[in-house]
């Protein structure tokens, strides 16, 4: 099961700002016309019930969204790239990676509602816009700003009310195939079941999502027998039920292990609701002795300080998966529980990432507004908006140096230049243009 993957998002560029003015036979001199670029395309993830894993992206990963279109004379104004939205399964968890390896939480995919992961650039201004009364014949227009490029790490952990929980061999798959109508692979060896298995139960007119984690082994909080893979998928679960083998050598000690584990991974997880089922009450030994391995169960679990609920009310059911006695008890008991259960299991002052990352402030905040320094003999000046202006400029063209130093003077930063120091005749670099201060 594709349960990780890594995905790279690039937004698409907003389209460039033209440079026009109407010539007509009747209006030889019309004025600026030059339309504004298009917007670029967004990406956002979009929860999808129709999948279940994260195997459509493990080698389709990486993702260019359509530009903007350029703006045309006539004030025609560039089509809008298109958004791109991503199929991915309910429970899924998004993160932001930086190249200094750390990571911001972006979303928790729970319903149906598109998230922004990555925003197309804006379409640039044509030279319509900057028309005035001191500026007839405008000769700039802006470049479009660029799409974000997001690198990804989507975690998918399985939405479900149940999560059966036991040591290998206990008898989870046989479970889920007698109350729903999953078929996971069943055999009398450990480790049957390699991956989670979701099924649907319905009892009493109530239907609930039931998942089996593969089999847990001790130390599975550290990652042994794939422990964090498997736990990951459990913490979406609203009730738990320990599945215990009524044929085991120490079934009190396999439950005590089973709820250490799914407390070392997480505190949250062992205070919820939790069932004992003791399985395989169809064969002799377990249906003799099962008034003794009831006993030693409540002991068990009246040495946990922390277990969520008292040990004499703590369910305990003895099932056969096999010939179905006490299965409709248990079911009944879940059903019940559920219904007084938070319905969501998605309380998010539970979780640490609670405070997802506002993408369009991210990008925002990511330039300075205005600024320069000192590269050798040039003044490097940083100004998104005046590199924009500037990449699609005509630097031989006197009026444009003119209506370049106007926005300048406008924005203050002539001013700045002229208190650092800079002389007529210095080398001003603005992106990739370079001009002569006068």
Same mark, same amino acid.
């Given at each position: 099961?594709?349960?990780?993957?890594?995905?790279?998002?690039?937004?698409?560029?907003?389209?460039?700002?033209?440079?026009?003015?109407?010539?007509?036979?009747?209006?030889?001199?019309?004025?600026?016309?030059?339309?504004?670029?298009?917007?670029?395309?967004?990406?956002?993830?979009?929860?999808?019930?129709?999948?279940?894993?994260?195997?459509?992206?493990?080698?389709?990963?990486? #993702?260019?969204?359509?530009?903007?279109?350029?703006?045309?004379?006539?004030?025609?104004?560039?089509?809008?790239?298109?958004?791109?939205?991503?199929?991915?399964?309910?429970?899924?968890?998004?993160?932001?990676?930086?190249?200094?390896?750390?990571?911001?939480?972006?979303?928790?995919?729970?319903?149906?509602?598109?998230?922004?992961?990555?925003?197309?650039?804006?379409?640039?201004?044509?030279?319509?816009?900057?028309?005035?009364?001191?500026?007839?014949?405008?000769?700039?227009?802006?470049?479009?700003?660029?799409?974000? #490029?997001?690198?990804?790490?989507?975690?998918?952990?399985?939405?479900?009310?149940?999560?059966?929980?036991?040591?290998?061999?206990?008898?989870?798959?046989?479970?889920?195939?007698?109350?729903?109508?999953?078929?996971?692979?069943?055999?009398?060896?450990?480790?049957?079941?390699?991956?989670?298995?979701?099924?649907?139960?319905?009892?009493?007119?109530?239907?609930?999502?039931?998942?089996?984690?593969?089999?847990?082994?001790?130390?599975?909080?550290?990652?042994?027998?794939?422990?964090?893979?498997?736990?990951?998928?459990?913490?979406? *679960?609203?009730?738990?039920?320990?599945?215990?083998?009524?044929?085991?050598?120490?079934?009190?000690?396999? #439950?005590?292990?089973?709820?250490?584990?799914?407390?070392?991974?997480?505190?949250?997880?062992?205070?919820?609701?939790?069932?004992?089922?003791?399985?395989?009450?169809?064969?002799?030994?377990?249906?003799?002795?099962?008034?003794?391995?009831?006993?030693?169960?409540?002991?068990?679990?009246?040495?946990?300080?922390?277990?969520?609920?008292?040990?004499?009310?703590?369910?305990?059911? #003895?099932?056969?998966?096999?010939?179905?006695?006490?299965?409709?008890?248990?079911?009944?008991?879940?059903?019940?529980?559920?219904?007084? *259960?938070?319905?969501?299991?998605?309380?998010?002052?539970?979780?640490?990432?609670?405070?997802?990352?506002?993408?369009?402030?991210?990008?925002?905040?990511?330039?300075?507004?205005?600024?320069?320094?000192?590269?050798?003999?040039?003044?490097?000046?940083?100004?998104?908006?005046?590199?924009?202006?500037?990449?699609?400029?005509?630097?031989?063209?006197?009026?444009?140096?003119?209506?370049?130093?106007?926005?300048?003077?406008?924005?203050?930063?002539?001013?700045?230049?002229?208190? *650092?120091?800079?002389?007529?005749?210095?080398?001003?670099?603005?992106?990739?243009?370079?001009?002569?201060?006068?």
């Amino acid at each position: 099961m594709i349960d990780t993957v890594r995905i790279n998002v690039k937004a698409g560029n907003g389209g460039d700002g033209c440079i026009s003015f109407l010539r007509l036979k009747y209006q030889p001199r019309g004025g600026p016309d030059g339309g504004d670029g298009g917007d670029g395309g967004s990406a956002y993830l979009v929860g999808d019930n129709s999948i279940n894993t994260l195997l459509h992206l493990k080698f389709n990963s990486t #993702f260019y969204l359509q530009r903007g279109s350029h703006g045309k004379g006539k004030n025609q104004r560039g089509s809008n790239g298109k958004d791109r939205h991503i199929p991915v399964p309910m429970g899924t968890v998004a993160w932001r990676l930086y190249q200094d390896g750390s990571k911001d939480f972006l979303a928790d995919i729970t319903t149906e509602q598109p998230v922004l992961i990555a925003q197309g650039g804006e379409g640039g201004w044509g030279n319509a816009r900057f028309v005035s009364s001191t500026n007839q014949e405008p000769m700039l227009a802006q470049s479009g700003k660029k799409g974000d #490029f997001s690198v990804l790490w989507l975690e998918l952990k399985l939405l479900a009310d149940v999560g059966l929980l036991a040591k290998p061999n206990a008898g989870k798959s046989t479970l889920i195939s007698r109350c729903s109508a999953a078929r996971p692979k069943v055999a009398d060896y450990p480790f049957t079941t390699v991956e989670p298995v979701l099924g649907v139960v319905t009892h009493g007119g109530q239907d609930f999502v039931m998942m089996e984690i593969p089999g847990l082994l001790e130390g599975a909080h550290r990652g042994i027998g794939l422990g964090h893979q498997f736990l990951r998928h459990a913490e979406r *679960a609203r009730v738990y039920v320990h599945l215990i083998d009524g044929q085991s050598d120490d079934p009190a000690g396999d #439950f005590v292990m089973l709820h250490r584990e799914l407390r070392e991974f997480s505190p949250m997880l062992a205070a919820k609701p939790q069932v004992v089922a003791v399985s395989k009450l169809d064969t002799t030994e377990t249906y003799e002795l099962r008034d003794v391995i009831e006993e030693e169960l409540r002991k068990a679990i009246a040495g946990i300080d922390d277990y969520p609920s008292d040990p004499d009310d703590t369910p305990i059911h #003895f099932i056969s998966a096999v010939s179905g006695d006490g299965v409709d008890g248990l079911l009944g008991r879940l059903a019940g529980m559920l219904s007084e *259960a938070p319905r969501t299991g998605l309380d998010e002052s539970e979780w640490e990432y609670e405070d997802a990352v506002d993408v369009a402030a991210v990008r925002t905040a990511e330039r300075p507004p205005l600024g320069f320094y000192l590269d050798g003999d040039v003044y490097v000046v940083e100004s998104e908006r005046l590199e924009r202006l500037t990449g699609r400029a005509d630097m031989r063209d006197y009026r444009v140096l003119l209506q370049l130093w106007r926005e300048m003077t406008r924005l203050g930063l002539a001013r700045r230049l002229e208190e *650092a120091g800079i002389e007529p005749g210095d080398t001003i670099r603005i992106g990739n243009a370079e001009l002569e201060w006068f």
